[in-house]
């Protein structure tokens, strides 16, 4: 199985690369299954419904959130109706709606299970422990029995953290991919158990920024620990960034893994070369 994973897509910079360009990856990659973590594709903070459907119908399978999976009201109703929508596991100790693992069929019948879990290490609120959040979904779902391929979204700060959950659910995953801090890390690799594994997929928003943000409202802050104004999402052309990989479909074990730059100001990087057509004015 060919799958995909794109991180967090930050405002509308990375709605236009994302609904602009998935479409041509997906035909020139051949993929079989694109998981996108879209909870920051609405103004920077959170995802609305409407934002929702159009990453849906630009050919994601699945979207995957984060802990500002509810900043957009609407998105407890929609996400509820809505099993496309991944919401963290652990982001409430009950009555969160919707759910946080779910199992998914692609084109050709083939199963694949996509779960995210919130870490604990240095994040704002005091979230529940994730591996014992993922520990039961895996034990339910054995890569190449119960699916033929599974993907963790492990959404954190500390890549000590994600490690960790890489290494734990080595052999039990198909794939394990960090979210959460908007930088690319340059460790995409496949675990001794099979398991591949990127600490950071980076984000799908324009890098000439801070971590997605316009620069000066940040800068200024860190330069001079006053704020003047709300961040903005930085508005330039975006870099779709994320992990590439590829799967036994009779054992779940990963036999590829690439990390994934395309468009934009970073340099390429994925399975194959591919040109992106221009974006179109407006988009997103």
């Not at 609904?19 to 035909?27: F, H």
Request: aromatic share 6%.
């Amino acid at each position: 199985m060919k799958l995909l994973f794109l991180g967090d897509v930050m405002g509308r910079a990375g709605r236009a690369a994302l609904t602009g360009w998935l479409p041509v990856l997906r035909t020139a990659w051949a993929l079989d299954f694109v998981v996108v973590n879209g909870e920051n594709a609405t103004g920077g903070a959170g995802l609305s419904p409407e934002h929702a459907k159009a990453l849906l119908a630009a050919g994601a399978d699945c979207l995957t959130l984060g802990d500002h999976a509810f900043d957009q009201r609407a998105m407890r109703e929609y996400c509820a109706q809505e099993p496309r929508i991944i919401r963290p596991l652990n982001i409430a100790k009950s009555g969160a709606p919707g759910h946080g693992a779910h199992v998914f069929t692609d084109a050709r019948g083939r199963r694949v299970l996509v779960a995210q879990a919130l870490g604990q290490v240095f994040m704002k609120q005091p979230y529940s422990d994730p591996f014992s959040a993922v520990d039961p979904v895996l034990r339910a779902h054995p890569p190449g029995g119960m699916v033929q391929a599974s993907l963790i979204d492990i959404h954190c700060e500390a890549t000590s953290e994600k490690t960790a959950m890489g290494h734990w659910c080595d052999g039990r995953a198909s794939v394990v991919v960090g979210t959460h801090t908007h930088i690319p890390t340059a460790d995409a690799q496949i675990l001794p158990g099979g398991t591949a594994y990127q600490s950071d997929a980076g984000m799908c928003g324009d890098y000439d920024s801070v971590i997605g943000m316009k620069k000066d409202e940040p800068m200024r802050r860190f330069i001079t620990g006053m704020a003047r104004t709300r961040f903005e999402p930085a508005m330039g052309e975006a870099t779709l960034c994320g992990l590439y990989v590829e799967t036994d479909d009779a054992t779940g074990r990963a036999t590829r893994a690439q990390m994934v730059r395309a468009g934009g100001r970073l340099a390429a990087s994925g399975p194959a070369s591919v040109e992106l057509p221009p974006l179109a004015q407006g988009a997103g």
